[in-house]
T-cell receptor, first 113, second 109 residues
């Protein structure tokens, strides 16, 4: 197992376009998280799943953002009608039941022009 | 509101000097606290968690509930300790990590 993988690693898009990021967690991990990180800031919580259930969603996540984890394995994060303020690094992490330790992917960097 | 504060954006020390990276939190309950580290060109990874009371790579952190702090310490800094360090907490009853803004540690030769 190579750890948490994210795709694409970099995405440049024009304002108003939709983008989708994919995350493949460590296979035996039941929890999956999405975080966003901008320059000079720590990771900001967006949402997390336990198996296929989305258990919590941040108020930061406007209705343009949606995340899914359809079979409790990989997850997608879609951003519709992108805005320049969406430019950030989107981090995915997975965690086993115990201990509650996050294993991060390398991130997907989004640039909205 | 639950919050993690890391007051220093950058901390520079000489090799062999002691290091203390500050972390304060605001949370009324009993959180679980962590330090995560990101070395250059690597992904964010766990350094240590308060519940395990371990020393990892010479680093230790003690939870001080009275001062609501979880400072990271190392008696003798090494150049390979240069990295970005994030303090994080999980409020009890949730699985949601809250991160601080991070401190960049530079260890000078």
């Amino acid at each position: 197992d190579t750890g948490v993988s994210q795709d694409p690693r970099h995405k440049i898009t024009k304002r108003g376009q939709n983008v989708t990021f994919r995350c493949d967690p460590i296979s035996e991990h039941n929890r999956l998280y999405w975080y966003r990180q901008t320059l000079g800031q720590g990771p900001e919580f967006l949402t997390y799943f336990q198996n296929e259930a989305q258990l919590e969603k941040s108020r930061l996540l406007s209705d343009r953002f949606s995340a899914e984890r359809p079979k409790g394995s990989f997850s997608t994060l879609e951003i519709q009608r992108t805005e320049q303020g969406d430019s950030a690094m989107y981090l995915c992490a997975s965690s086993p039941k115990d201990p509650q330790v996050l294993f991060f992917g390398e991130g997907s960097r989004l640039t909205v022009l | 509101a639950q919050r993690v504060t890391q007051p220093e954006k950058l901390l520079s020390v000489f090799k062999g000097a002691p290091v203390e990276l500050k972390c304060n939190y605001s949370y009324s309950g009993s959180p679980e606290l962590f330090w995560y580290v990101q070395y250059s060109r690597q992904r964010l990874q766990l350094l240590l968690r308060h519940i395990s009371r371990e020393s990892i790579k010479g680093f230790t952190a003690d939870l001080n509930k009275g001062e609501t702090s979880f400072h990271l310490k190392k008696p003798f800094a090494q150049e390979e300790d240069s990295a970005m360090y994030y303090c994080a907490l999980i409020p009890s009853g949730t699985y949601k990590y809250i991160f601080g803004t991070g401190t960049r540690l530079k260890v000078l030769a």
